[in-house]
């Protein structure tokens, strides 16, 4: 039950927060904060049975008939994630009370991110995979609203977009692998999914999955979206963008291990999008002057190795996943807070500009220095232990790989450096006079976040014991030791190498910047295919929806008449039934009267004598109806045409006149018309000669009174028998009426306008 | 528009049968011809008959609410009268039977769908009249004030 008020206390706190704002000012957020820890108590309560591999499940049914419900799952892995989501989640809100401070968006972001913060919590912790793919959305609309939050901005707004477009296309290709999921297995569950590398629909499941996660984590060819999404508030880009959601990819991938590892292109794949996504932080990273980018670069490249270890897919290579996973939440979210607090202090994030704040900002340089330690990787830090265990994965699969893994620990070590040194110890000292520490709202986080990065690494067999080899445990691999300390191994030999390489492209930073072969810029390929679209989209709305009412009309008309007289060819035989019946005078004059006054329309030289026409055409009707014994539809038909004719001839005025041009025929809307004609007149023989009709209306006359309490069967039938059929048809009549109120207000808006013109 | 004293004694008596013979179509539906689409046709002539004798501004007022309000709660008594049996489905009907003392009356829930249709009816078809009829006054206020 504890599992419930994981969902429920963030989303009560998310929905007062606004009201909660306005009341209690910045200190709102700490009080959230406060919660947030509740919830890390809760997390670390559920920790326990979920090792015994038997973790609390909380099911209830939502839409049982779509396999829709509400099915969470606290399992190992699942909690692992949470933990780190609701602690780096504390520390955000409690960052954010002093960051965003007395903003009046405040409210409103500290409501989204809690929103955000239950999606994530949704994403790890759900079995139903329909659940999943609901929280994998929930992520991406609340992340799009976070990182436009200052919608003035309109940097901001573009990266917003671009960041809901990729991972919109992410989330169709989550729900296309879920649906096939749960058609190829009958399940819907992620703890009961089978291996499925020998289902026909494996491939397909693959390429989507594969999708999802490579938009959500930042993948390449996907991975320009992360940097743009840098123009959110600092604690967003720490909490969204390098702690939680982009790891949900990473999640993701993680989870479908079990599923999916053994199809063939499980480890090609991910390893070489990974090893994509690597190269291009590396060939990146050199040019970056801006701390968040800097950062935003290295995330992607953590995220990369994160996917490759999946890929490699190896239990030692799940368990350095795992590790990393931490690691790197925990330095890169203190890195960005510290960022943050860099650009409170000076309003400035340009290291070619920044320096000289060690001073001033002792304890952000401190938290600086305690998660660059672990970043670059030295003893006795988390990052360390990850590090080893990388190194150890790539050079057990191919040596190639464990270059590119060293260089790219050299572009970390180049970022942490800049992120940590440049800053604080910079040469330029003139922003620096104005600078200021952080508020303790903000250091206390920071601090704590960061040293995590060591505690942790300090007390490595309790976390081994509690956290780690339960979370590789449920992912369904053998946990393996790890240790601070291997002893001096070709692996510590390597990373020595690739972080003294790391130093030195630091110090020598200008040379390297100068000879790295610069990248595309992903925004502008970004743009092209943006444009392209559009102008696509607009090129084919301006051909299906060319404004043009008659050939709106035409392509309908055609469009049906083709349907009906195709099915009747191929489906029926294609022979006209003879139905001998005995035509009356009454029938054969209305026949007269329709067909003369059809005429008579069609060759009218005025509006008003052609509108005379159709209503006779439609008393014609009326008089079909009454021979035929159908008084109710007479009335209706009756009254029909003449409210008909009457809005006619009030619309007529508008009309432009028609009487000077002469009267020529056009061959288009000829045969449109004889198609019409012809087609119809099929219709109703076909109609007639089944008698299932007649079945129909024999029952409808049986069952009238006695069901339901009518003479008049046609109204039994249009307000009892098929009542669901009225209700469309006059909601239907209802927004044909409030198209025309539209249409005719712009109308009217247009003329008012030019008369004031 | 030149007012008229025929017109107006006329329109007055007009209207009123108008909405009563309206009633009486709703009413009788069931069990002879009528029903709510046909009386609120009927219904929606009279505002017609006020648009075109006295411009928009008459029919509106004899509407008294706007169409809109019409068609919404139209629409409304419509997906009302469905959900009185809604554990069997939505739509089923239910009836029941007032004695009079000297006669019975029944009524069911099919009786206010109908009343629902015929409110919708009347919204719609007044909305159509008043819409194109106030778009024309503006044309013609147009053309007034090009001439001037």
Not at chain 1, 188 to 201: A, F, G, K, V, Y
Not at chain 1, 657 to 662: G, L, W
Not at chain 2, 83 to 108: C, E, H, Q, Y
Not at chain 2, 121 to 145: M, T
């Amino acid at each position: 039950m504890s599992l419930a008020f994981l969902f429920i206390i963030p989303l009560i706190l998310a929905l007062i927060s606004p009201f909660a704002f306005r009341q209690l000012g910045a200190d709102w957020s700490k009080w959230v904060s406060a919660f947030v820890l509740v919830l890390v108590g809760i997390i670390i309560s559920l920790l326990e049975q979920a090792s015994t591999g038997y973790p609390q499940v909380l099911h209830f049914e939502w839409i049982p008939q779509l396999g829709l419900n509400v099915t969470l799952r606290a399992d190992s892995f699942g909690l692992y994630m949470a933990l780190i989501i609701t602690t780096i989640g504390a520390g955000i809100f409690s960052y954010s009370s002093g960051y965003l401070g007395n903003d009046p968006r405040t409210g409103s972001i500290t409501g989204w991110l809690l929103l955000f913060m239950l999606s994530m919590l949704g994403i790890v912790l759900a079995d139903n995979i329909v659940l999943l793919f609901v929280s994998w959305e929930l992520t991406s609309i609340s992340s799009y609203i976070l990182i436009g939050s200052n919608h003035q901005d309109p940097a901001a707004r573009a990266g917003a977009k671009t960041a809901l477009l990729v991972t919109a296309i992410g989330g169709l290709a989550l729900l296309g692998a879920v649906v096939l999921l749960g058609l190829a297995t009958g399940n819907w569950n992620l703890s009961e999914l089978p291996p499925l590398h020998d289902h026909p629909w494996a491939t397909a499941i693959f390429i989507l999955i594969c999708l999802a996660a490579f938009t959500k984590s930042a993948q390449w060819p996907f991975c320009f979206w992360l940097p743009g999404a840098m123009a959110a508030p600092t604690p967003i880009s720490a909490y969204l963008h390098s702690a939680t959601m982009v790891k949900a990819g990473v999640f993701l991938l993680a989870r479908m291990h079990p599923v999916l590892s053994e199809h063939a292109a499980w480890t090609p794949t991910l390893v070489a999008i990974s090893s994509a996504t690597m190269l291009v932080v590396i060939l990146a990273v050199p040019k970056m002057t801006d701390l968040k980018a800097l950062l935003a670069y290295s995330t992607l490249g953590a995220l990369a190795i994160l996917v490759c270890m999946i890929g490699i897919g190896t239990p030692y290579a799940l368990n350095a996943m795992v590790v990393f996973l931490l690691a790197h939440a925990c330095y890169k979210a203190a890195l960005f807070l510290v960022a943050g607090s860099i650009d409170h202090a000076v309003n400035n994030r340009d290291i070619n500009v920044l320096g000289g704040l060690a001073q001033k900002m002792p304890f952000t340089m401190v938290t600086a220095g305690i998660a660059g330690f672990s970043m670059i990787g030295l003893p006795p830090a988390l990052g360390f232990v990850a590090k080893e265990m990388l190194l150890e994965t790539g050079l057990s699969y191919a040596p190639w790989l464990a270059g590119l893994i060293i260089v790219l620990i050299m572009a970390f070590v180049l970022v942490a450096c800049c992120v940590v040194l440049i800053p604080f110890f910079g040469k330029n000292k003139q922003l620096a006079v104005k600078a200021h520490e952080s508020p303790w709202a903000m250091l206390i986080p920071m601090l704590l976040i960061s040293s995590f990065g060591i505690i942790l690494a300090l007390g490595l067999t309790p976390l081994e014991q509690y956290l780690i080899a339960p979370a590789v445990a449920s992912l369904g691999v053998d946990s393996i030791d790890i240790g601070l300390w291997h002893g001096f191994t070709a692996y510590l030999a390597l990373s020595t190498v690739a972080v003294l390489a790391g130093f030195l492209a630091y110090y020598q930073r200008h040379i390297v910047r100068k000879w790295t072969p610069g990248l595309p810029n992903g925004n502008h390929i970004h743009d092209l295919i943006w444009t392209v679209l559009i102008g696509f989209a607009r090129a084919l709305t301006r051909i299906i929806q060319n404004g043009s009412l008659t050939s709106y009309l035409g392509t309908i008309i055609v469009v049906s008449c083709v349907l009906i007289l195709h099915s009747w060819i191929y489906v029926d035989a294609p022979m006209i039934p003879s139905i001998v019946q005995k035509v009356s005078l009454a029938e054969l004059s209305a026949g007269i009267l329709i067909m003369v006054s059809s005429l008579a329309t069609a060759f009218a030289r005025k509006r008003l004598p052609a509108i005379a026409g159709l209503g006779s055409m439609g008393m014609g009707m009326t008089l079909f109806f009454i021979v035929s014994q159908a008084p109710d539809l007479a009335l209706t038909q009756f009254l029909v045409e003449i409210l008909s004719i009457v809005l006619l001839v009030v619309t007529f005025r508008h009309l432009p006149d028609f009487s000077a041009q002469p009267i020529k025929i056009q061959t288009g809307r000829l045969i449109i018309a004889m198609l019409t004609g012809v087609t119809m007149t099929v219709l109703t023989l076909v109609a007639l000669s089944t008698d299932y009709a007649e079945r129909v209306s024999h029952w409808y006359g049986l069952n009238a009174l006695k069901q339901g309490h009518g003479y008049n069967v046609v109204n039994v039938i249009l307000v009892d028998f098929r009542a669901l059929d009225t209700l469309g048809e006059i909601t239907v009549l209802g927004i044909a009426a409030l198209g025309v109120g539209v249409l005719i207000g712009s109308l009217k808006q247009i003329k008012t306008k030019k008369v004031r013109l | 528009m030149n007012s008229s004293p025929i017109l107006d004694t006329t329109l007055r008596w007009l209207i009123v049968l108008l909405a009563m013979v309206s009633f009486f179509l709703l009413l009788r539906g069931h069990n002879e011809p009528g029903g709510g689409f046909s009386a609120g046709l009927l219904a929606a002539s009279a505002i017609i008959i006020m648009t075109i004798a006295y411009r928009a501004d008459a029919g509106r007022k004899l509407l008294y609410f706007h169409p809109l309000s019409y068609i919404s709660v139209g629409l409304i008594v419509a997906v009302i009268a469905g959900i009185f049996n809604l554990d069997v489905a939505f739509m089923r009907s239910i009836w029941i039977t007032i004695p009079l003392g000297f006669s019975t009356v029944k009524f069911g829930s099919p009786l206010l769908f109908d009343l629902g249709v015929y409110i919708l009816v009347l919204g719609v078809v007044s909305l159509f009249v008043l819409e194109i009829e106030s778009a024309q006054n503006i044309s013609e206020d147009d053309e007034k004030k090009e001439e001037l």
